[in-house]
Structure formats: structure tokens, C-alpha cells
């Protein structure tokens, strides 16, 4: 079976001890949830929190933004480099997942509007509301896990919304067929959430957590989600 190139574009690079030195970074997360399935990729990290991206949007076959604590409000400085190879990527219709800070990023340099709103912790049920041929196994609802204190609010032009969660209006949306995005977070195990959900309740009130810990039993379709993002990036899983 043909290897797909996988860019990763890591947003993130945790030096808690809580998190950082607990658990594994995003891109590993990513490759671990990928790496469960038949179908292989070539990955490549790209160091984008420091400012690396790809130089040519050839050099891989798809393209993954991950998560971050960070917030897409805030003056970072590898953001104008993100935002370049977003439009890059965007204008040679090459395949792009954006997750979370990576669906965040997408919006806003696609010209949409983020704002800072309610935490949305814990898993909850994110529907979709269009059917895509990648979408196999094929079903309405999956279960993420969420955790963000930024949404998308305007969508970008051309761009149309795709799923919602209870938590999040636009928890998801498309452009053309080479890019979708979603709020949640496919590559979250249970275990992890519990940790960054004790290492954040100093953060939150105490009804924030209790509604976290309550959601925290639901089942999570991580695996699912990695199905349909094999499928999207052109392989077979």
C-alpha cells in the first residue's frame, strides 16, 4: 500500500510538568491515532509553534494543524507564517485538516472571525451536517473530546459550516473539497483529558469542572474521525 506524505504543523510545544513531561506530544498523539489503523503515512512534524512551515505546499501530500493551549487571539509570532501557508495551501486546493487551533487558524486566515467564549470541556456529540464519500464508516454523530475557550463565530467566504456540537455552532466547516476542520479533538484519549483537566481546574469554576467530569464518561469516536480524515487526505484506512 502507497505511503501518503502527512505534514504535521504542530502549534503547540508543552513544557508543564503536568502535561508536557505526562504525555505525548500533539503530532505523536496524531500519529498514534493514525498508526492504529491498516493504511501507513510518511510523516513529516513541522515545528510551526517556532515558526517552521512548509517552504512548498508540494512538499507533502495532505497537510494536519494541531491543537494548542494558545489562544489564536493572542500576538503570536509564528502566526503570519501560519496564516501564509494556510492561503498557500488553500489557493493550490491541497488536502488540510485543521483541529481546534488549527480549525481557529484556518478561519481567521481565510478572512473569518474568532472570539473568545463559555469553556467547552469534556466530550459531547458533534453532528454532521453533510455527507462527504470520505465519511466511512458512514454516521451523523460522533463523539469528541473539546477543549476551548476560543470559537470560530464568522465563517469565512466560500466556506460553509459542516457540523455542530452542542458547545460550538460552527464546530466544523469546509471549503471546496480540500479543506475541512473541526473544533473537537479526534486525537484526545480519556486519560489525557483527565490530565489537562486537572492541570486547568485552578482556571475554571467549579461548576466549569463538575459539568467536564460529568461529560467525562461519555465514549469518545476518535477512531472514527481518524477513518474519515485517511479517506479525506486520499488513502485507505
Known amino acids: ?20 513531561d505526562a504525555f505525548p506530544d500533539d503530532a505523536h498523539r496524531f500519529r498514534d491515532l493514525f498508526d492504529a489503523q491498516e493504511q501507513r503515512f510518511d510523516y513529516r ?3 510551526t509553534v517556532g515558526g517552521e512551515v512548509p ?7 495532505a497537510y494536519l494543524i494541531t491543537g494548542s493551549p ?11 507564517p501560519l496564516y501564509d501557508f494556510i492561503r498557500r495551501a488553500d489557493a493550490a486546493a491541497k488536502p488540510l485538516l485543521g483541529v481546534c487551533f488549527g480549525h481557529q487558524a484556518i478561519a481567521v486566515a481565510l478572512g473569518g472571525t474568532v472570539e473568545q467564549s463559555d469553556w467547552n470541556i469534556g466530550v459531547e456529540t458533534h453532528t454532521f451536517l453533510e455527507h462527504f464519500d470520505w465519511m466511512q464508516p458512514a454516521q451523523e454523530d460522533v463523539n469528541l473530546h473539546s477543549f476551548h475557550h476560543d470559537t470560530v463565530t464568522v465563517l469565512p467566504e466560500g ?7 452542542p458547545g460550538c455552532v460552527n464546530a466544523g466547516f469546509a471549503k471546496g473539497d480540500h479543506i475541512i476542520t473541526t473544533q473537537g479533538h479526534p486525537e484526545f484519549t480519556d486519560r489525557f483529558m483527565a490530565g489537562i483537566l ?7 469554576s467549579a461548576t466549569e469542572v463538575e459539568v467536564a467530569e460529568a461529560r467525562a464518561g461519555m465514549s469518545s469516536d476518535g477512531d472514527v474521525f481518524a477513518a474519515w480524515a485517511t479517506r479525506f487526505f486520499g488513502g485507505t484506512p
Open 70 to 80: 494558545e489562544s489564536i487571539l493572542h500576538e503570536l509570532a509564528f502566526l503570519d
Open 55 to 61: 517552504q512548498d505546499v508540494d512538499e507533502q501530500d
Open 159 to 165: 466556506c460553509r459550516r459542516i457540523a455542530e456540537s
Open 1 to 20: 500500500m502507497k505511503r501518503l506524505k502527512l505534514g504535521i504543523l504542530q502549534v503547540n510545544h508543552d513544557r508543564s510538568i503536568e502535561v508536557g
Open 45 to 47: 512534524v513541522y515545528m
Open 198 to 204: 486537572e492541570a486547568t481546574k485552578h482556571v475554571l
